[in-house]
């Protein structure tokens, strides 16, 4: 599994709240409605900004906050087809794998990565490279129940396919 795209770069510790605001959250359970406020608090503009394929590169403990799998649907339903972070929490980070959205951790990788840079992520080969200079970093690659589960789009769809 190999994804290109344009980088939107986001700094430490982006918490559920300011992924998706709680003034929305809790209004409606339409992602698409909900992805219109994506970042809303960090840039009230960036969600109508982000393009399908589009990659955010964040810092340290991205996604700390909320337990519900809101945040990480929303920001797939936004358009973002990856997150390469220096760390997340854990909660964020297994949801983001349920619901399909592929979520790697690489250290420093904001320090090599500018907004408006192209990355490109090889799962199966575990290397984020910016395009754009040419930094290649590594990172290990998902087991092949993870890829299988990233492939299908999700646990649940995942499972599904195991049933057919």
């Known amino acids: 599994m190999i994804l ?3 980088v939107w770069v986001l ?13 929305y959250k809790f209004r409606t359970g339409d992602f698409k409605e909900l992805a219109k406020h994506v970042f ?3 840039d009230p503009t960036l969600a109508s900004k982000i393009s399908k394929g589009d990659i955010i590169i964040a810092g340290r403990n991205f996604g700390m ?4 799998e809101h945040a990480p649907r929303v920001i797939k339903e ?8 220096c760390s997340f929490a854990r909660i964020f980070f297994r949801n983001a794998i349920n619901v399909g959205l592929p979520v790697v951790e690489v250290k420093d990788i904001n320090k090599n990565f500018k907004q408006g840079d192209i990355a490109l992520i090889d799962f199966e080969k ?5 395009e754009t200079t040419g930094v290649e970093l590594k990172f ?5 129940f993870i890829m299988n ?12 396919s195991l049933k057919a």
């Open 4 to 6: 290109k795209g344009r």
């Open 11 to 23: 700094g430490d510790h982006i918490n559920t709240d300011v992924i998706i605001p709680a003034k």
């Open 40 to 42: 809303e608090d960090l």
């Open 65 to 68: 906050g909320s337990s519900r």
């Open 78 to 85: 936004a358009g973002i087809s990856a997150i390469v972070a």
């Open 126 to 130: 575990g290397v984020v490279r910016n």
């Open 140 to 144: 290990s690659p998902y087991p092949e």
């Open 149 to 160: 589960m990233m492939k299908a789009g999700g646990l649940a769809a995942y499972r599904k």
